[in-house]
């Protein structure tokens, strides 16, 4: 053999047993991964404040507009958002000079009473079911005081009835016409 072999079977054999001394290299410990802590739910949303009124004059107008005109035998003024379902009317009967105020309710089938606010008096009216079932109906004549009291107060009027949300209503021109259609 040529004794170049021979070194390179020499070295080739060294450095096998080098190789075989040196450890190995000891694997990379893979990181421990923190427990994630679950997300906390977001805290609930503060609540709506309920607005503290000292009076009535000082709760929100009722959402509606006023619509006035001709019915069979008088005159009809209707509060609402809509024409087909008015929140409230005034209507003049011009033979009998009666003014009834009608507080439109769902499924109202029993008499009740009406109180009306104004800025300078208030007042319980019997009312006796009306429209169907569908709402309450009380009369004053048109000489009655109350309905001055509706047509010059501040702005507004309360329409109440026991159980049910109030009306806080303009008192706009169409009140003014009615009752004046019936005097």
């Not at 053999?1 to 450890?23: E, W």
């Not at 209707?78 to 209507?91: H, I, K, Q, W, Y």
């Not at 569908?134 to 010059?152: C, I, Q, W, Y």
Request: glycine share 8%; aromatic share 6%.
């Amino acid at each position: 053999m040529k004794p170049i072999y021979v070194h390179l079977g020499g070295a080739l054999a060294l450095s096998f047993t080098i190789a075989a001394c040196v450890p190995a290299p000891e694997p990379t410990p893979v990181p421990e991964t923190a427990a994630v802590p679950a997300p906390r739910p977001a805290p609930p949303p503060p609540p709506v404040p309920v607005p503290t009124m000292s009076s009535w004059l000082d709760a929100p107008q009722s959402v509606g507009n006023w619509t006035y005109g001709a019915v069979n035998g008088g005159t009809m003024a209707r509060f609402g958002s809509s024409n087909d379902t008015p929140l409230f009317a005034l209507g003049c009967t011009s033979n009998s000079r009666q003014i009834a105020m009608i507080r439109y309710l769902p499924d109202q089938r029993s008499d009740s009473s009406v109180i009306i606010r104004t800025e300078t008096t208030t007042r319980a009216l019997a009312a006796k079911a009306a429209n169907g079932g569908g709402a309450v109906s009380a009369s004053v004549t048109a000489a009655d005081p109350l309905l001055d009291a509706m047509a010059l107060t501040i702005g507004r009027f309360a329409v109440e009835v026991p159980g049910q949300p109030a009306l806080y209503i303009p008192a706009w021109a169409e009140v003014t016409r009615v009752i004046e259609d019936c005097r």
